[in-house]
């Protein structure tokens, strides 16, 4: 039996990714396929998964509607005739099961593939009714930050099960007429993350995110290595090149290592988990990433970076993470060294992402639970 994931984000892409490989876990005679919708799919490719579609990265590198600069950017670098190719490849896939990942957009488009309501399933990864602060949202944000009645209409009529991000929405989702509406656990762990430090000991994680201002965001990161070079400085480093290094910043042969003068600062691929277990506080432009780091109960620092990582987006990442996620006013490396130093001094602040971190992780082990419940729906099919 084929079944396609599709899914519109990097986030998405991880979420969707850990859920193919606990479904071939639980039922090996299954054929997994990932259509990302943003991106070239690297999460899949990284799981061992093949990836359908017209994968390719874009400007924006999924925030296409986050502002105005994003969304000309995507338009010049021909978001259309991309979208024209997805509808197109999602014709022509003939899956016996959909599992969508992300949002009305997402669910929309698997739609095109024509798998019957019984084999459609959904993970509402982005909305949480817990950061709806009640208050006017522009029409371009609504859809992120609400589940809106367009898309509660096709949750109930296209779907056999619809999972969200925390317990509070799925219970308000189904009071909407959603039934279908679950809560299995969360998304981001399998296992409550370990915490190796205490108080103010351990690394500084930057995470600079995975998107195409990736090296502009570790250009402000960087810089506070040398402004608080009593501590030590660890990059989390997701994006599929190596990182272009500000001006008098060089990396050691095998770039683990980067430096200038007597700074230096560890760069390490693929050991997020174990990371966040040495972390004391996370900085960075991630998105996925960061609300990790906060599920973790480790306090969280960002900035906005004009026309790309907005503030819009971060006011919704803070209503959301609850006191684990603390805003710089400028991105400017100074403002960000006495932002970080206080959240390093500030016992309340860390107090505050541990009882943060609480809410936000939820029940370990979601995606496990919803790969077992989609595997017994597929048997019996």
């Known amino acids: 039996m084929d079944v396609l994931?599709?899914?519109?984000?990097?986030?998405e892409d991880l979420i969707g990714s850990r859920l193919a490989v606990e479904l071939l876990r639980a039922t090996p005679a299954l054929a997994v396929w990932a259509f990302p919708l943003v991106g070239a799919g690297s999460a899949y490719r990284s799981a061992g998964l093949e990836v359908r579609g017209p994968a390719r990265p874009l400007p924006s590198g999924g925030l296409t509607m986050h502002?105005?600069?994003?969304?000309f950017a995507d338009l010049r670098a021909g978001l259309l005739s991309d979208l024209f190719r997805q509808f197109?490849?999602?014709?022509r896939q003939k899956p016996a099961a959909t599992i969508v990942v992300g949002d009305i957009w997402a669910l929309t488009l698997s739609l095109l593939t024509a798998v019957p309501a019984e084999q459609r399933f959904v993970l509402q990864t982005?909305?949480?009714v817990r950061s709806d602060d009640g208050r006017?949202?522009?029409p371009h944000r609504l859809f992120m930050e609400r589940i809106t009645i367009p898309e509660r209409a096709l949750q109930r009529r296209?779907?056999?099960?619809v999972w969200l991000r925390d317990a509070?929405?799925?219970a308000w989702l189904r009071e909407a007429g959603v039934k279908q509406a679950d809560y299995a656990g969360s998304f981001l762990f399998d296992e409550p993350p370990r915490r190796e430090v205490t108080g103010s000991d351990g690394t500084v994680l930057l995470l600079p995110g995975s998107r195409s201002w990736a090296s502009d965001s570790l250009r402000l990161l960087l810089p506070l290595a040398e402004l608080l070079s009593d501590r030590q400085f660890t990059v989390s480093w997701a994006g599929p090149c190596p990182p272009q290094l500000p001006p008098g910043w060089h990396s050691s042969h095998d770039g683990t290592i980067l430096q200038r003068g007597p700074v230096t600062v560890e760069l390490q691929r693929g050991r997020f988990n174990e990371l966040l277990s040495e972390a004391a506080v996370a900085v960075g432009t991630a998105g996925t990433a960061l609300e990790q780091a906060a599920a973790a109960g480790i306090p969280c620092l960002s900035f906005a970076l004009p026309g790309r990582h907005t503030r819009a987006f971060l006011a919704n990442q803070q209503r959301l993470l609850r006191g684990a996620l603390h805003v710089a006013p400028a991105a400017e490396p100074a403002q960000l060294a006495r932002e970080l130093s206080r959240l390093l001094s500030d016992d309340g602040a860390r107090s505050?992402?541990?009882r943060a971190g609480r809410e936000v992780l939820g029940a370990p082990g979601g995606l496990k639970a919803i790969a077992r419940t989609i595997a017994g729906q597929l048997s019996v099919s």
Not at 88 to 91: D, I, K, M, P, S
Not at 158 to 161: V, W
Request: glycine letters at 10%; aromatic letters at 6%.
């Open 158 to 161: 296209f779907t056999a099960r």
């Open 88 to 91: 197109g490849e999602l014709r």
């Open 168 to 170: 509070t929405t799925a």
């Open 126 to 128: 982005l909305v949480s």
């Open 5 to 11: 994931v599709v899914s519109n984000g990097h986030g």
């Open 136 to 138: 006017f949202k522009a």
């Open 352 to 354: 505050a992402a541990a």
């Open 67 to 71: 502002s105005p600069a994003h969304l």
